[in-house]
């Protein structure tokens, strides 16, 4: 993964801010919801880890990088190991939360050596869904070898090919491998390592039950859209609820309703007299919009202007998932025309002004997502979100100084959010975070003042004056890669200036 990340030196400013953004929204712990996971499948586009394979030989190089330290993790190897068992989960591989697959040797312990002194477990033992020393070993109809469990999720969560060889399978019987669990047993036993226990026949008939659609279950779905067109409100406002709560459940609920009919009566109800139905409904829209089909289909019904509306007028946990369900759509570029295009900016703008602090959040991310978009750079200036985010800058118990410096480094590309930047006290807050705020803070502060500084070369006596060179020169061999290359171009600019510098000695 270090590696990857590597690869966004040669990125356009905007799409390394993107990706910058992206990790940040990935590892934070948000709030449980789904509306992550579209940022989740982006980042694993760019960083390429999108199989399998991929992942289990990335998992593989960051259990060699913990061993070659001696079995000790910084917060950042803390960080990857996180983002992989995140993106691992949105691959529908994580099972039980008590029997957890996890990477191998990546689970986050108070003793992180006690797994990294194990005796090394053959390759051929090692389920290549999960790496885990396997339990029940079976063979598909390719020949190759998975846990029970991790192979079933896998087809549950509707592959019908083989992971490791990315073949269709003719058929999806399993044979036990009997001969291969024998000699796992007696490694385990001659390395004093514990047995993996078997999990009971009646578990693994329940994880088939709840995956499979019933006929009572498809028939429920059908009832409750159904019920969304009734003219009761008590009874819209339960099905609306039972339908988010289904959608939030897996990707083939979300599938499923979709094709049942569900998003035109759920658009229709944004507009309900009743407060928790709309919060219902918008909330179940979010969900069915995590599936990228889903996506189109809800913006082809004509879902943004109401969601924006709700945005603008609805409870705060209706604006909070309305503002989480412009970002999902909006992940979709030509969404993001329409969703600026709708009177939307201005409303996230307001959000963050005055929402909770996980409304400020979600409209935050919708905001930095949609500033991509070059048009929306301007109407979110307009709309009067750089003293905002300044303000987010210096209040630092918000906790929100990340997400205000991302788009503040997307604005400031727009001449726009240049003007409205251009003041002593903003190059102020941007100096003092150069010089003392976070690694990611640095990055973004100094990516902000270079904008400003190539645009007007003024603040550059501006920044001198506040004492940015010492910081600068410091951030330009200890920073990231990329404040390094921030910092770096800043001196350099400093250096075409060179009487600008010896005015301020």
Partial sequence: MHIQLKRAK???NTQDVELSM???IALSQKDGRNADIAILERLADKLQLQTVSELNMESRAVKKFIKEKGGEMGEITEQIIYLLNKLKGMLQMQIFEENRIGFENLVLSRNPSEKINSPAIPEDYICPISLDLMKDPVIVATGQTYERLCIQKWWDSGHKTCPKTQQVLPHLTLTPNYALRSLISQWCETNGVELPRQLGSSRMT???KSSDFSFEEKANI???????????VDVQRAAAGELRLLAKRNADNRIFIAEAGAVPPLVKLLCSTDAKTQEHAVTALLNLSIHERNKGLIVQLGAIHPVTELLKHGCMEARENSAATLFSLSVIDENKVKIGASGAISALVDLLRDGTIRGKKDAATALFNLSMCQANKARAVR???????????????????????????????????QSALGHQSAIHILVK???SGSARNKENAAAVLLALCINDSSHLLTGLQFGVYGPLIELSHNGTSRAKRKAKALLELMSEHEQIYKSTC
């Avoid at 059908?222 to 009761?232: A, F, G, T």
């Avoid at 009067?384 to 987010?392: D, S, T």
């Fill in 383 to 417: 709309a009067g979100v750089v003293p905002l985010l300044l303000e987010l800058l210096v209040d630092e118990s918000i906790g929100m100084v990340d997400e205000a410096l991302a788009i503040l480094s997307i604005l400031a590309t727009h001449q726009d959010g």
């Fill in 433 to 435: 975070l150069i010089c």
């Fill in 10 to 12: 040669g990125r356009a």
């Fill in 206 to 208: 329940r994880l088939s």
């Fill in 222 to 232: 059908d009832v409750l859209v159904q019920n969304l067109s009734c003219r009761q």
């Fill in 22 to 24: 992206d990790i940040m």
